[in-house]
């Protein structure tokens, strides 16, 4: 699995134009503002710097913010493209009819210890059980934000309508899991798969190990796919930067950054 892409993209920027792919552009002037999901975020940046290699003065730029903030940035055209790691929820939909959402990726959501842990397996309800818990003696545990789509995945699979204790640590990102769990010993949380690397142990789920594989085939019970949102039907610069997201180069990108192609 290789790591993932750290750069923090503010501006990506190249020098020509190209007229056509502006015509009637969503984020106006050869601008593209794409936010939302942690998860999301480093593979819109590397998609960003790929795209701009051959698509001249595009201006993109990739906030993070979580979710919800995806949805509604989508939503109140703030964001050409919001990007959210779960499908929108009933109310958002009610809310926003006209959003479009397009899946990008797909994911597996890990359950990850410190390395050296002795722990290799739960099963889903023994993790659910731990998370309703929270810390305690025997685990610290760490938890997403409000608006994470991170969490509400886990909550929705994981958790199947039981409470995530309050006495747990409740972190901002992906990034901010991995690294609290990484460097406490008995910690215990929830990461995308595109974020597993050396620094924590991925246990398995009922024996399931959290890989591509068995994310496609089902076997692996916490599975998601990562979206980006429009204000209805992309047009202009945000339609071609999805097509290029969907297409073959964009999708090689998504697996080298550890995720799972979707085309």
């Not at 910690?187 to 995308?192: C, E, N, V």
């Not at 789920?205 to 204000?231: A, F, H, K, Q, W």
Request: a negative charge; hydrophobic letters at 45%.
């Amino acid at each position: 699995m290789k790591g993932i892409h750290k750069v923090v993209l503010a501006m990506v920027s190249v020098v020509t134009l190209s007229a056509m792919l502006l015509t009637g552009c969503s984020g106006g002037g050869g601008t593209l503002t794409i936010g939302g999901s942690s998860t999301v975020q480093p593979l819109s940046e590397a998609w960003a710097e790929a795209f701009v290699v051959d698509n001249s003065e595009i201006d993109i730029s990739v906030q993070g913010g979580g979710s919800s903030a995806g949805v509604k940035g989508a939503a109140d055209g703030t964001l050409d493209i919001g990007a959210a790691s779960r499908e929108m929820k009933s109310d958002e939909k009610a809310a926003s009819p006209e959003l479009i959402v397009y899946h990008v990726a797909a994911d597996g959501v890990a359950i990850v210890v410190h390395p050296s842990s002795n722990v290799e397996n739960l099963s889903l309800a023994d993790v659910a059980d731990v998370f309703a818990a929270g810390s305690n003696d025997e685990w610290t545990v760490i938890n997403r934000e409000e608006g994470s789509g991170t969490r509400d995945v886990f909550e929705e699979l994981v958790m199947s309508g039981a409470r995530i204790a309050a006495k747990a640590e409740f972190l901002p990102s992906n990034g901010a899991v991995k690294e609290k769990v990484a460097s406490t010993e008995n910690a215990i949380g929830y990461i995308s798969l595109g974020y597993v690397d050396a620094s924590v142990k991925p246990i398995t789920v009922d024996g399931v190990v959290c890989n591509e594989e068995n994310v496609v085939n089902g076997s692996y019970p916490v599975m998601r796919y990562l979206n980006y949102i429009t204000n209805g039907e992309a047009e202009g610069t945000a339609k071609a930067f999805i097509d290029f997201v969907l297409g073959t180069a964009g999708q090689d990108i998504a697996a080298a950054e550890g995720y799972i192609k979707v085309n």
